[in-house]
């Protein structure tokens, strides 16, 4: 094997443990077409400098392709004594080329080929995580506009509050992803600048031209300072508090799938593929994919503090403890689009049970503010509205009676403003119906909402 790339200064071979403990080529080969689409650029910049002969370049380009090659048919010989990816791919080149390998690297580091790298590998990764959110919520959104008159209890302090419609809670879920795709990207637009020239910290004596391998590689510009450019892994840090919160949102609605398709609740089913059994009990049919996907959040929650960690006592500018960016960058990266592909295929099978909805939203008095908002509108002061409907609320529980199926005169004996048209405020659907205002629960407002969210992504 040849000698290693920084043989000269040295007088003895790195240990052979070190040698394996420095090394990252086992996982940041992952980089490897990122890498050379850098390389690429580089080259060309170079050559349009004059800093190397047309004829270099072109073997140069021919070289990196025949290593793109090699890597696509698993014939590239990876090797733990280069270390990491770009090593491995310059000195493949070298051995293919000759001369020419040698001089790709003029003017560049790996502290800034590493920087460009990842950001390359990061906006691929945030654009195919944005195609699986967008898959996902217009499954929300479908759904939402298929139910936009399904009544469902809802819920504060998981206790029975008001009816709602089905279509209004898919339309809540499809907002929190809503916010998770626009800080994709705002995180993909900061992210966007391209750090090759900074070199290993100050920059390069060569007369390189930075916006032209900005361009090609298309990013919006290059980067504005050197020592930040190959120090900072703000993108990285951002992108996973993204997928944090991207994982937190479908926990949450792992949690309410979870709790819903309990034999105790009956609220939705899921189709048999995206369950399972048990091996002891017969009867078991377990949502395992919204409770992994709840699981799952924990990891990507660490890699968010591991990479906190990581950063908060680097001195400027590129220090090795960078290369622990990686496995939890691209463990984030995997398991995201995981969950949202999970997600994305199963939203569309969920069959809520209507007539389980209904009843469950009668339960508990859930149109008792309804009762309360008629009297208002009858003359009464909210307040003592409250106190009223209170007090009819009370007798009912000692009758287990819904304020529904009460008598009017018995309802009259709480307030002589009571009148027989107060039966249809006290219905489920004449409950939610009259939530007729924007951001509302009616089935009007929800199909509004519904058109309006689906047009949204149709202007993605
Ligand atoms: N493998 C390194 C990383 O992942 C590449 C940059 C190394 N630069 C250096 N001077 N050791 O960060």
Not at 314 to 323: E, F, G, H, M, S
Not at 344 to 359: F, G, I, N
Request: net charge negative.
């Amino acid at each position: 094997d040849s000698p290693s790339l920084w043989g000269g200064r040295f007088n003895e071979a790195t240990d052979s443990f070190v040698q394996r403990f420095t090394a990252s080529v086992s996982f940041d080969q992952r980089m490897a077409e990122q890498d050379i689409r850098g390389s690429v650029a580089h080259a060309r910049m170079l050559a349009a400098a004059d800093i190397l002969s047309a004829d270099e370049l072109k073997s140069i380009e021919d070289g990196l392709a025949t290593v793109q090659n090699e890597i696509n048919s698993s014939t590239f010989p990876w090797s733990v004594e280069r270390e990491d990816v770009h090593m491995n791919i310059e000195a493949r080149l070298t051995a293919l080329i000759g001369d020419a390998g040698k001089k790709l690297h003029t003017g560049r580091s790996r502290n800034d080929q590493v920087a460009t790298d990842i950001r390359l590998y990061l906006r691929d990764a945030i654009d195919a995580i944005a195609a699986e959110l967008t898959r996902l919520q217009q499954g929300l959104i479908e759904l939402a506009s298929n139910h936009a008159a399904t009544v469902m209890p809802g819920f504060t302090h998981l206790q029975g509050a008001q009816p709602v419609t089905f279509g209004h809670h898919m339309l809540a879920w499809n907002e929190m992803l809503e916010r998770d795709y626009s800080r994709l990207m705002d995180c993909r637009a900061r992210m966007n600048q391209c750090p090759l020239g900074a070199a290993a910290l100050a920059g390069t004596t060569f007369p390189i031209n930075r916006e032209q391998t900005a361009a090609e590689l298309e990013f919006t510009q290059p980067t504005r300072n050197s020592l930040d450019s190959v120090s900072d892994r703000d993108f990285a840090i951002e992108f996973t508090a993204a997928s944090a919160l991207i994982l937190t949102h479908l926990s949450r609605m792992s949690e309410e799938l979870v709790l819903w398709t309990s034999a105790q609740f009956q609220f939705v089913d899921l189709p048999d593929r995206f369950c399972t059994g048990s091996s002891i009990m017969p009867q078991k049919k377990n949502p395992d994919v919204p409770e992994l996907v709840r699981g799952k959040t924990g990891r990507v929650n660490g890699h968010l503090v591991a990479l906190l960690t990581l950063m908060k006592g680097q001195p400027l500018a590129y220090n090795k403890d960078n290369q622990e960016d990686k496995e939890p960058l691209f463990d984030c990266i995997d398991t995201v689009l995981d969950c949202l592909r999970a997600f994305a295929d199963m939203v569309p099978h969920v069959t809520p049970r209507k007539e389980v909805l209904r009843e469950a939203a009668k339960a508990g008095f859930a149109t008792a503010t309804d009762l309360a908002d008629y009297l208002v509108r009858k003359g009464l002061p909210f307040r003592d509205a409250h106190e009223v409907v209170g007090k009819a609320v009370a007798e009912g529980v000692r009758q287990e009676l819904d304020l529904a199926d009460m008598s009017l005169s018995t309802l009259q004996s709480f307030s002589a403003l009571i009148e027989a048209d107060v039966f249809e405020v006290l219905t489920v659907e004449g409950s939610v119906a009259a939530r007729d205002h924007l951001g509302g629960t009616a089935p009007a407002q929800v199909r509004v909402a519904a058109a309006n969210a689906a047009k949204a992504l149709e202007a993605r």
